[in-house]
């Protein structure tokens, strides 16, 4: 089996380290560990003795990669908590993408995952056949997203979204992201990806219409001045407002000079840096500037801060429309 390319990246996910793998869903499928439950205990100060065990938690383990390997214990759980193997995860997707008419082999994936394999981001972007191009002359494609953790730190996630060819901007479906997410308890039901497919897709055709209406829709300067300086600002605070203000009017990000006067995000002094990448010049639709917040939520640090970025973009731009 070829192995999938391979890219290191500086981001994390609630701390630990993350590297990213890119392949088919046959390769990626490798790459996943496996995880077991084992009693919570440890031995005595002298080492001669076994513990009594935690009546209400467990370990949960990762078994040995490769022969030689050890087990590596990765988080402590409720004995209530129902562990899904990443594995699992990504089983029911494949067959949520069959059920929804589409060849798997067809399907480009890519892996997020922690330094011990606990928590992982499972990316699978569909055929060609089912992107779009908005209008701006950049492609869009549509990418199941699948967010799973094996030690409770986050829930079991799944997303529906676009992805945009230039920059990896993403997850975003026009005004409103199809998504599901459930707690890993007795209940959980990954089958729920089934459902998101089915409305998903459905739901992000049609937001063909809306994202190129926006693209349509004018943007002036003065609009673009109160809602940065408002909505923007107290949403993701002075920086990354004042950061999103200059990338939408001239294509370029900036480093916020630091210890200046009390000002609004639209009259902080800054230092202009690198070209956005897909960013125009000067944003004069909607559109353009729902990929600045885009790509400013994928340039957060921290999965976790992405995906909750990401979730507030929908809300931002509808106060933007309105």
């Avoid at 979204?161 to 199809?178: D, E, H, L, Q, Y």
């Avoid at 990000?253 to 009259?267: G, I, N, Q, R, Y």
């Avoid at 944003?283 to 970025?309: C, F, H, M, P």
Wanted: aromatic share 8%; proline share 5%.
């Amino acid at each position: 089996m070829a192995s999938p390319d391979l890219l290191q990246r500086e981001l994390k996910w609630l701390g630990s380290p993350t590297v990213n793998h890119f392949g088919t869903i046959t390769e990626i499928r490798g790459l996943l560990p496996t995880f077991v439950r084992r009693p919570f205990s440890t031995v005595s100060v002298d080492g001669a003795n076994d513990l009594p065990s935690n009546a209400f938690l467990d370990v949960i383990v990762r078994t040995p990669l490769n022969e030689g390997d050890e087990e590596i214990p990765v988080g402590v759980v409720s004995k209530q908590y129902q562990l899904v193997q990443h594995a699992e995860v990504l089983d029911k997707a494949i067959e949520a993408i069959k059920k929804a008419g589409i060849a798997p082999e067809k399907v480009k994936a890519d892996l997020t995952i922690t330094k011990y394999g606990e928590r992982v981001g499972l990316h699978l972007q569909f055929p060609e056949e089912y992107g779009l191009d908005p209008g701006d002359g950049h492609r869009l494609a549509l990418r199941l997203g699948c967010f799973n953790s094996v030690d409770g730190s986050t829930k079991f996630r799944a997303v529906l979204g676009w992805i945009r060819f230039v920059c990896s901007n993403g997850m975003i479906v026009g005004s409103a992201r199809t998504d599901f997410r459930s707690r890993h308890t007795q209940s959980l039901q990954v089958e729920g990806l089934y459902e998101l497919l089915e409305d998903g897709i459905d739901r992000a055709i049609k937001e063909k219409d809306n994202l190129q209406r926006w693209v349509k829709t004018p943007l002036g300067e003065q609009k673009l001045v109160e809602w940065v300086d408002g909505p923007l600002a107290k949403k993701w605070g002075i920086k990354a407002a004042t950061r999103a203000f200059h990338i939408a009017r001239k294509g370029k990000d900036v480093h916020v000079v630091p210890f200046t006067e009390k000002l609004p995000p639209s009259e902080k002094e800054v230092e202009f840096l690198d070209a956005v990448p897909g960013s125009s010049e000067a944003a004069k639709n909607l559109y353009a500037v729902s990929q600045v917040l885009t790509w400013l939520a994928g340039q957060r640090s921290d999965i976790e801060e992405q995906l909750s970025w990401q979730r507030d973009v929908p809300d931002l731009m509808m106060g933007l429309a309105g």
